[in-house]
């Protein structure tokens, strides 16, 4: 009976959990798929092309997007509760920022991309289309997100991911980098296009009944938020294109701060491959990344109960429930480091087998020596997930940007004095040590933060 009496009181979260797990796979599983395919059909030396290139492109796409996408999701999520006039107009805003911020970038790869990246100048004009349906995509996932529209968001990226897995492979096989490149516009031109078209609004109740009802239940005046409201009565909203300054300067001032953590995030972590790729340990490269995208999928889990929670995390910091949030903090920490410890066991017991079946041909002693390596930063990066995900989801990106900056810019420097002097590994040892005790120091860090505020 107990278990029973939780599930109908967590119904709603688990069921969005479910759908944001198929929605994940629909987009890492299937990129996971797709790099596979890459790995198997091209050669090793391609395959690191492939990742220093495709690393160039999504550098540029921190500036396309520079943190809206996120940012729409929170305050979608925000205005549901106490603002429904903007939440009407936040899409229509939100996308004139990331076109302003597309075409610029767009127009600084055209221009600029011959002389910064001359062997691979081509390649990148093959994606220059992802600059802009790149972004889209995600705002979309993120107001899609931040309304709790799991199931049509997971549907829509499922299917469009197996379709374009089956493209992809016909494209690499035939045409082997250029197709490889070609199936990522492929991909997330027909994820725009379907997010897009299936997007019809939101519903939200009607003020009107809601507060009338709210009166009689309460007996006189009622001063509340829209979140607490009886939500018996819902009206179908559909966005208005009409520019609007106070929601164009709370996204544009928050996605800024998540705009420069993205940047410092890729710095702090996504920066290696440039270096590596600089120093021409191309091959090399498909190693690090086989071994990031592990992680990746390692983190899968996390990510979406952190997705699937953080808007309910809004709306509790919101209304200052703050013995709520920290007991989600002490639950999901314990959370995280049962399931590390257990991803990280399973993947000790299968890493032979897989690579052997799977990934034979990069299964070399230097491949094994780095998986060895890289576990103390796979626990770790497993461990802070959900927790970042609730830091931004209770307002505190500027935690988040303020310590990027500072590891970001530590790996940078580390990054360059360890390659030149000290080759390939030496760029390993002190980008794992840096990201380790970095991610143990933020979780430390936010739970002083939070444990400040007065519980309600």
């Given at each position: 009976?107990?278990?029973?009496?939780?599930?109908?009181?967590?119904?709603?979260?688990?069921?969005?959990?479910?759908?944001?797990?198929?929605?994940?796979?629909?987009?890492?599983?299937?990129?996971?798929?797709?790099?596979?395919?890459?790995?198997?059909?091209?050669?090793?030396?391609?395959?690191?092309?492939?990742?220093?290139?495709?690393?160039?492109?999504?550098?540029?796409?921190i500036f396309a997007d520079f943190g809206v996408s996120k940012a729409a999701s929170k305050y979608v999520a925000e205005y549901y509760t106490i603002a429904q006039e903007k939440l009407k107009v936040t899409l229509f805003n939100s996308s004139l920022i990331i076109l302003i911020f597309s075409i610029i970038v767009l127009i600084f790869t055209v221009i600029?991309?011959?002389?910064?990246?001359?062997?691979?100048?081509?390649?990148?004009?093959?994606?220059?289309?992802?600059?802009?349906?790149?972004?889209?995509?995600?705002?979309?996932?993120?107001?899609?997100?931040?309304?709790?529209?799991?199931?049509?968001?997971?549907?829509?990226?499922?299917?469009?991911?197996?379709?374009?897995?089956?493209?992809?492979?016909?494209?690499?096989?035939?045409?082997?980098?250029?197709?490889?490149?070609?199936?990522?516009n492929i991909f997330y031109f027909l994820l725009f296009i379907v997010l897009f078209l299936n997007y019809s609004g939101y519903k939200i109740p009607s003020i009107s009944s809601a507060v009338a009802e709210a009166k009689a239940e309460r007996g006189g005046e009622v001063d509340c938020v829209l979140g607490d409201l009886p939500r018996k009565e819902e009206r179908l909203y559909r966005g208005v294109y009409k520019f609007n300054n106070i929601v164009i300067k709370e996204i544009g001032s928050y996605s800024l701060i998540l705009g420069i953590s993205g940047l410092f995030y890729f710095l702090s972590s996504r920066v290696d491959i440039l270096f590596i790729g600089h120093f021409n340990y191309i091959t090399e490269i498909g190693y690090y990344e086989i071994n990031y995208k592990i992680l990746l999928l390692l983190l899968v889990p996390f990510t979406i109960i952190g997705q699937v929670i953080a808007p309910d995390i809004t709306r509790n910091f919101s209304n200052k429930n703050y013995t709520l949030i920290k007991k989600n903090f002490k639950k999901y920490i314990l959370f995280s480091l049962i399931m590390s410890f257990f991803f990280i066991l399973i993947f000790i017991l299968l890493r032979d087998y897989l690579f052997s079946h799977f990934l034979v041909k990069y299964y070399t002693e230097d491949m094994k020596h780095l998986l060895n390596w890289m576990l103390p930063y796979f626990f770790t990066a497993m461990l802070i997930d959900i927790i970042a995900i609730m830091a931004i989801a209770t307002g505190h990106a500027k935690l988040c940007m303020y310590f990027i900056i500072v590891v970001g810019s530590i790996n940078v420097i580390a990054d360059y004095i360890f390659i030149k002097y000290f080759g390939f590994w030496g760029l390993i040892y002190s980008t794992i040590i840096i990201k380790s005790v970095s991610y143990l120091l933020f979780i430390y860090f936010y739970y002083r933060i939070l444990w400040r505020y007065d519980s309600t």
């Open positions: 009976m107990t278990i029973l009496k939780k599930y109908f009181t967590q119904k709603e979260t688990i069921r969005n959990i479910f759908w944001r797990t198929l929605q994940t796979f629909g987009m890492q599983g299937i990129t996971f798929l797709f790099f596979i395919i890459c790995a198997y059909l091209l050669t090793p030396y391609e395959f690191g092309i492939y990742n220093y290139v495709l690393t160039i492109i999504f550098l540029l796409l600029f991309g011959k002389y910064l990246f001359p062997k691979y100048y081509n390649y990148l004009l093959l994606l220059i289309p992802l600059l802009i349906f790149y972004p889209f995509t995600f705002l979309f996932d993120g107001i899609y997100t931040g309304l709790k529209r799991f199931k049509e968001a997971s549907i829509i990226f499922l299917i469009i991911g197996f379709i374009t897995i089956i493209v992809a492979f016909i494209l690499i096989n035939n045409y082997g980098l250029s197709g490889a490149f070609i199936s990522w």
